[in-house]
């Protein structure tokens, strides 16, 4: 039987009222109904079991594989040099095989600060070693066949027209990050002004908020199903 590996990442600080957590879920069920015995489901929560922020070593041994060319993910450890080095490396290894093992990647990101959340920014700065995703024997991208999956969920809106149109660094930053590492041009769906009920600023926008959560929610079903999505 050939298996399908889910790995699925939240990084939102909330819990209960997070529209990006709830998004993540209903794929993440839909997935699982859809390939039974045959998915490998992996979680992780970034708020509860956090990444830890690179240090020194890691940078230090990033510059020695960058000197080398590509190296093999496999063959890194060797170049490690010193305790801080050979940490920074335990700690880097794991993640990146766990994302190379994944067929598809689902993140829930919630806008915080127009940007992403902390969490997530130091899981993206440790998965995102040197060459680490690059086939050294024919130069493509390992990740060409990932398929990326991402709930983004901000309270305003942020679209074509709006006063903050230029303040989104949310989702350019997540399509230069994964363009960047190899993954072809990935589906982003997004539910917008989902503090419309309890945010003052933005009353009278609740039939929006919820047509937007209704379409990421439609699109994110689609996907699970494996049916083609406008989006």
Request: proline letters at 7%; zero cysteines; glycine letters at 10%.
């Given at each position: 039987m050939t298996t399908t590996t889910l790995l699925h990442l939240d990084s939102s600080i909330s819990l209960g009222d997070s529209v990006s957590r709830a998004l993540t879920a209903r794929f993440a069920a839909a997935w699982r109904t859809r390939h039974g015995a045959a998915g490998r489901y992996v979680y992780r929560d970034l708020t509860a079991e956090p990444v830890a922020p690179i240090g020194a070593g890691y940078a230090a041994l990033g510059r020695r594989v960058?000197?080398?060319?590509?190296?093999?993910?496999?063959?890194?450890?060797?170049?490690?040099?010193?305790?801080?080095?050979?940490?920074?490396?335990?700690?880097?290894?794991?993640?990146?095989?766990?994302?190379?093992?994944?067929?598809?990647?689902?993140?829930?990101?919630?806008?915080?600060?127009?940007?992403?959340?902390?969490?997530?920014?130091?899981?993206?700065?440790?998965?995102?070693?040197?060459?680490?995703?690059?086939?050294?024997?024919?130069?493509?991208?390992?990740?060409?066949?990932?398929?990326?999956?991402?709930?983004?969920?901000?309270?305003?809106?942020?679209?074509?027209?709006?006063p903050r149109e230029g303040f989104d660094f949310q989702i350019p930053y997540l399509r230069a990050y994964f363009t960047n590492l190899g993954v072809p041009p990935e589906r982003l769906h997004i539910a917008e002004l989902t503090r419309a009920d309890d945010v003052p600023a933005l009353a009278g926008l609740q039939p929006l908020a919820a047509k937007s959560r209704a379409d990421a929610e439609a699109a994110l079903d689609a996907l699970a199903a494996g049916r083609p999505t406008a989006g």
């Amino acid at each position: 039987m050939t298996t399908t590996t889910l790995l699925h990442l939240d990084s939102s600080i909330s819990l209960g009222d997070s529209v990006s957590r709830a998004l993540t879920a209903r794929f993440a069920a839909a997935w699982r109904t859809r390939h039974g015995a045959a998915g490998r489901y992996v979680y992780r929560d970034l708020t509860a079991e956090p990444v830890a922020p690179i240090g020194a070593g890691y940078a230090a041994l990033g510059r020695r594989v960058e000197r080398k060319g590509t190296v093999p993910v496999a063959d890194v450890a060797a170049l490690a040099e010193g305790p801080d080095e050979e940490r920074e490396w335990s700690l880097t290894h794991p993640l990146i095989n766990r994302l190379l093992a994944a067929d598809t990647v689902l993140l829930g990101v919630p806008m915080y600060n127009f940007a992403v959340p902390a969490a997530l920014k130091a899981w993206f700065d440790r998965i995102g070693f040197p060459g680490s995703y690059t086939d050294p024997a024919t130069g493509e991208s390992l990740l060409r066949r990932t398929r990326v999956v991402i709930a983004a969920a901000r309270g305003g809106g942020y679209g074509p027209g709006t006063p903050r149109e230029g303040f989104d660094f949310q989702i350019p930053y997540l399509r230069a990050y994964f363009t960047n590492l190899g993954v072809p041009p990935e589906r982003l769906h997004i539910a917008e002004l989902t503090r419309a009920d309890d945010v003052p600023a933005l009353a009278g926008l609740q039939p929006l908020a919820a047509k937007s959560r209704a379409d990421a929610e439609a699109a994110l079903d689609a996907l699970a199903a494996g049916r083609p999505t406008a989006g």
